[in-house]
């Protein structure tokens, strides 16, 4: 991952952005992510979308990545947050309400130490003990 210091701030490079982006604590935890996604678990970096815009109700809303199937139907939605944050039932809120206008399969909560990953079903969720790699997600 690329970083630099522009006009006294940091920044770090999104290569699925394309641009250069204010390195924040949650950014630093998203990035670092994705890359662990696509390096190490085989996810197509071309089906991850970052900050997806969404309409829910009247609001614009943004999720931090979603991930695709090869399809092009969104599978999974990832909300990050900063590592001192730490997932509780708002962060899962917050997926949830993003999730009723994606309605994924997958959803993971991440902060860098920790992260939930949930198959949600109509009527269940099962949460899964580590993030799946593509093969797994995928099948």
């Given at each position: 991952?690329?970083?630099r210091v522009y006009?006294?701030?940091?920044?770090?490079?999104?290569?699925?952005?394309?641009?250069?982006?204010?390195?924040?604590?949650?950014?630093?935890?998203?990035q670092?992510?994705?890359?662990?996604?696509?390096?190490?678990?085989?996810?197509?970096?071309?089906?991850?979308?970052?900050?997806?815009?969404?309409?829910?109700?009247?609001?614009k809303k943004r999720c931090d990545a979603v991930v695709y199937d090869r399809q092009m139907r969104p599978m999974m939605l990832i909300?990050?947050?900063?590592?001192?944050?730490?997932?509780?039932?708002k962060t899962l809120d917050q997926a949830s309400t993003y999730n009723r206008r994606l309605d994924v399969p997958y959803l993971m909560l991440h902060n860098g130490p920790q992260t939930?990953?949930?198959?949600?079903?109509?009527d269940k969720i099962?949460?899964?003990?580590?993030?799946?790699t593509w093969k797994d997600l995928s099948l």
């Open positions: 991952m690329r970083t006009q006294d701030k940091e920044q770090i490079f999104c290569e699925w952005r394309r641009r250069w982006v204010r390195l924040t604590p949650e950014e630093w935890v998203r670092q992510l994705l890359h662990r996604l696509v390096e190490q678990l085989d996810y197509p970096f071309g089906l991850i979308a970052v900050e997806q815009a969404i309409q829910v109700g009247e609001a909300e990050c947050k900063a590592e001192t944050v730490p997932l509780t039932q939930i990953v949930a198959h949600v079903e109509t099962d949460y899964l003990q580590a993030i799946p």
